[in-house]
């Protein structure tokens, strides 16, 4: 995660919809085509395979660089404040 600029998601049709597909679009720095001698494909595949799709949400994601995003895919999504995240107490 460290190689990341950033994570964010976008909601589609939107966040109150019954059915929501979730897109997360993890961003990379452009000259960075593999992390760690791994592919980004491989590491999103195990980053997605850690959320559990339910009955409401639907889970897809992306590696880009800001340059694959247009401002609209920018603007329409939400940051992920992973500076600030908590775990569950004990």
């Known amino acids: 995660?460290?190689?990341?600029?950033?994570?964010r998601?976008?909601?589609a049709p939107d966040w109150d919809a019954p059915e929501v597909t979730l897109t997360l679009y993890f961003i990379?720095?452009?000259g960075v085509l593999a992390?760690?001698?791994k592919p980004w494909h491989e590491?999103?595949?195990g980053w997605l395979g850690c959320l559990a799709s339910g009955s409401r949400f639907?889970?897809?994601?992306?590696?880009?660089?800001l340059d694959?995003?247009?401002g609209r895919d920018y603007v329409e999504s939400d940051a992920l404040d992973l500076d600030h995240l908590s775990t569950r107490a004990p």
């Open 43 to 45: 590491w999103l595949h």
């Open 58 to 65: 639907v889970f897809d994601g992306l590696v880009v660089t």
């Open 1 to 7: 995660m460290r190689s990341l600029r950033e994570i």
């Open 35 to 37: 992390f760690d001698g």
């Open 9 to 11: 998601v976008a909601a």
């Open 68 to 70: 694959d995003l247009t």
């Open 28 to 30: 990379r720095d452009s």
